[in-house]
């Protein structure tokens, strides 16, 4: 294993391009009942983008999808009840939603992909690790927490009372612009909210039993903090493990810390493909 911390200077040249639908990108399977939206961007190994809580594929991915897109078979996904895929009433959970990746996978014929994930997405990316790993070729797990105490106690203190307004607003018009319903926007934070307020702790031992090569990429001002990150880094067989300046997703350019003139991506990308295309260890 490898323990990498990436000290970014302001050199570094921006991304360039930043994601824009492409025509025939957008498709719908009925899985899990779910109407599940993906996207399919380019060729080569296949490569799952999850998006974090509240989000949608352009609010996480807007600044890395049309560089991946140039190496990977991307395969975007928008989660229950987020962006514009349907709610099927019930409430959200970790392990549906790798479930869910899982089916989607089925659907498509693809035996395995790599999974990259971020924030809530991140959770889901190791689960599906954990519970699908016949289909996981290797893990990006960005700005998550696979435990309570990998955050500060006000953070979860701060869902018991959350509303709508408390929501990052690039984010609310992310959905509006892509689902145009007030409702669907409340579903979705009130799903997202409860399934904070309802979290539980994945095991050591679970993170323990991954046998693909990890890598854990986080923020030093995130939303976990960078001792968690080391920790679920040290707990891996094969992880690798790199921490950048910033706050939660501003390495890749996610709309909720999203700054004109960053230069993070480009340098976020490039720790990105080194990993992804490193050849796996028999």
Not at 193 to 221: A, C, G, Q, W, Y
Not at 226 to 244: C, K
Request: net charge negative.
């Amino acid at each position: 294993m490898r323990y990498i911390i990436i000290l970014i200077t302001l050199t570094m040249l921006t991304a360039n391009s930043t994601y824009a639908q492409t025509a025939n990108a957008g498709h719908y399977a009925d899985i899990n009942g779910l109407h599940m939206y993906y996207e399919l961007h380019g060729e080569g190994p296949a490569l799952v983008l999850i998006h974090g809580g509240g989000s949608t594929i352009n609010t996480s991915f807007s600044q890395l999808l049309p560089a991946l897109a140039r190496h990977y078979q991307v395969i975007a996904v928008e989660m229950q009840a987020h962006g514009r895929t349907n709610d099927r009433n019930q409430p959200l959970s970790f392990e549906q939603d790798a479930d869910d990746v899982s089916a989607l996978l089925d659907h498509l014929n693809i035996k395995s992909a790599a999974i990259f994930g971020f924030s809530n997405g991140a959770t889901t990316a190791l689960l599906m690790a954990i519970r699908h790993p016949q289909q996981v070729t290797r893990v990006v797990a960005a700005s998550g927490a696979y435990k309570r105490t990998g955050c500060d106690p006000r953070f979860w203190e701060g869902f018991q009372h959350a509303s709508l307004d408390n929501m990052p607003q690039p984010l609310k018009d992310a959905y509006l612009q892509v689902a145009p319903d007030p409702k669907g926007l409340q579903t979705m934070f009130n799903r997202d909210v409860e399934r904070m307020r309802n979290f539980e702790d994945m095991k050591d031992e679970e993170i323990r039993s991954i046998t693909v090569p990890v890598l854990v990429l986080h923020s030093d001002h995130d939303v976990s903090s960078p001792e968690h990150a080391v920790e679920t880094y040290r707990l891996l067989q094969h992880g690798e493990l790199a921490i950048l300046p910033g706050g939660h997703g501003e390495y890749m350019g996610a709309a909720e810390t999203s700054q004109a003139g960053n230069t993070m991506p480009a340098a976020t990308l490039t720790i990105l493909t080194t990993f992804l295309d490193k050849p796996i260890a028999k």
